[in-house]
């Protein structure tokens, strides 16, 4: 009796470890199902140049860089003859250079207070992190919550600062550009840094012999400066600098500028000038924004040019920053899923990483609700930068970028050819005709009917409208 009895319970106690064992395999399968799940890849960094550069060690492909230069040597000598015979004298595009970078010295000085706001920034971080392991876990909560206020209260305190520097000394364009491109820039790697470093703070256990390594300032300082808005301790690197490479890219630089200081001058000032002197029908917009679809489309892509292959490019060697994967090819896509991902991957590998990336892992583990928070914070910004480089709110890239780039961006219909020049024309006409010709149009109208002490209202009721005759058009 006493055996069976043993038997019973022994085998009860088998059934029960067995079942122990499955709920806790099952548990371990879930567990892992779900880190696989909630884990995105992680973006790696290393050696390789842009496609561009690598592009044109071919011949044939040197030789179409080599018809672009021509075509802007003949814009010069088109514009130097335009400006002799009309006005007498010949500014090399100087003219409107002069114009959107007046005050200059303002965005600088501005720029500055920025970059040493973000050395402030660094101090206080170190402050945080090296004080908060002295504290005991509820009191480490408030700590982190502080400090996560004040990070916050920083980012808004910036773009505040940037907009009371655009507003006060009314700078132009090119020079308002500067300050919110840069207030932008710097609070994006700021992010890049906090987020990189923290981990290390929050995994470092205060009784442990190891102790809390934080970045150094002289990794922050070089960061700042690197093409890159993802923050790491290193990057690769290569062996020297090849100072003729940079020259030959600022010399591209001021060329693309001074062309399209150009294209400015004699063929979109014309089509555009006389916008806020006399009513326009709907006709004559029409015909002037199809008018600046070719221009237009040439500013975009010596922009693409000029910032994202030549600058970038520049101050990656001067730095001996290695990753130079600053776009992909954009110009072979027939979607706007791809195009998004490969126009610029430098500001596209942070929004992957900081807010599609860390919401799906976080937050909601959701790529569509991703996806979709990922095109409301570029839109957010975008559109802050362009209200404030030209004074005023004027959301027509938004209504493009909302209603069409982000519905459209869930389609993929294949690849082939005449999808890809299909794409390329839609593109080019929703970005260089229509939404380049209407911020023009609303700059003209502003520029050409100034209101004296304008109401608070002023800057986002659109003013070209007072100048468009609905009543006469040909249509």
């Known amino acids: ?259 399209q200081s150009f294209i400015f001058e004699t063929l979109m000032i014309p089509i555009f000038g006389e916008f806020g002197q006399r009513s326009f029908t709907i006709s004559e917009i029409v015909f002037c924004l199809t008018r600046n679809f070719i221009p237009g489309m040439f500013i975009i892509v010596s922009t693409f040019y000029l910032l994202l292959h030549c600058w970038m490019n520049m101050f990656a060697e001067m730095l001996t920053f290695g990753d130079r994967r600053f776009y992909i090819d954009w110009w072979n896509v027939t979607n706007f899923s791809e195009y998004f991902r490969k126009w610029n991957t430098v500001v596209g590998d942070w929004l992957y990483t900081y807010i599609y990336k860390d919401i799906y892992e976080l937050v909601i583990p959701n790529k569509i609700f991703g996806k979709f928070m990922v095109f409301v914070v570029s839109c957010i910004v975008h559109e802050w930068i362009m209200c404030y480089s030209f004074g005023f709110f004027f959301p027509v890239l938004s209504f493009f970028f909302l209603m069409f780039g982000m519905p459209l961006s869930f389609l993929n219909p294949g690849k082939s050819d005449t999808l890809n020049t299909l794409f390329l024309f839609g593109l080019f006409l929703g970005g260089g005709g229509l939404t380049m010709g209407l911020y023009i149009f609303e700059s003209m109208a502003r520029q050409n009917d100034p209101i004296e002490n304008p109401p608070y209202q002023d800057f986002f009721i659109p003013r070209c409208i007072k100048f468009v005759n609905f009543n006469e058009s040909r249509y």
Request: aromatic share 14%.
């Open 1 to 259: 009796m006493t055996e069976t009895t043993t038997k019973i319970i022994s085998s009860k106690n088998t059934q029960k470890e067995q079942a122990k064992s499955s709920n806790e395999t099952i548990t371990s399968k879930v567990l892992d199902k779900e880190k696989i799940i909630s884990k995105l890849p992680i973006l790696q960094l290393k050696n390789r140049n842009s496609i561009l550069t690598d592009l044109f060690e071919n011949q044939h492909i040197k030789a179409i860089q080599h018809l672009f230069i021509a075509i802007m040597l003949s814009l010069a000598a088109n514009t130097i003859v335009y400006e002799y015979q009309n006005f007498g004298r010949i500014n090399f595009g100087t003219l409107i250079i002069s114009q959107v970078f007046e005050k200059i010295h303002i965005s600088i000085g501005a720029w500055l207070i920025q970059l040493f706001s973000i050395f402030l920034g660094y101090l206080v971080f170190n402050f945080w992190a090296r004080l908060r392991n002295n504290f005991f876990p509820k009191t480490q909560k408030i700590w982190d919550i502080l400090w996560g206020t004040m990070v916050l209260v920083y980012y808004v305190t910036s773009f505040r600062f940037a907009v009371e520097v655009c507003n006060k000394y009314k700078l132009p364009i090119a020079s308002a550009a500067i300050i919110t491109l840069e207030t932008t820039r710097m609070l994006m790697k700021f992010h890049s840094f906090i987020r990189e470093n923290i981990p290390k703070v929050l995994n470092h256990k205060p009784k442990s012999e190891e102790k809390l390594i934080l970045s150094k300032f002289s990794k922050l300082l070089y960061f700042l400066f690197a093409p890159t808005l993802l923050y790491r301790d290193e990057y690769p690197r290569t062996s020297h600098i090849r100072w003729k490479f940079v020259f030959e890219n600022l010399l591209q630089v001021i060329a693309t500028v001074f062309t």
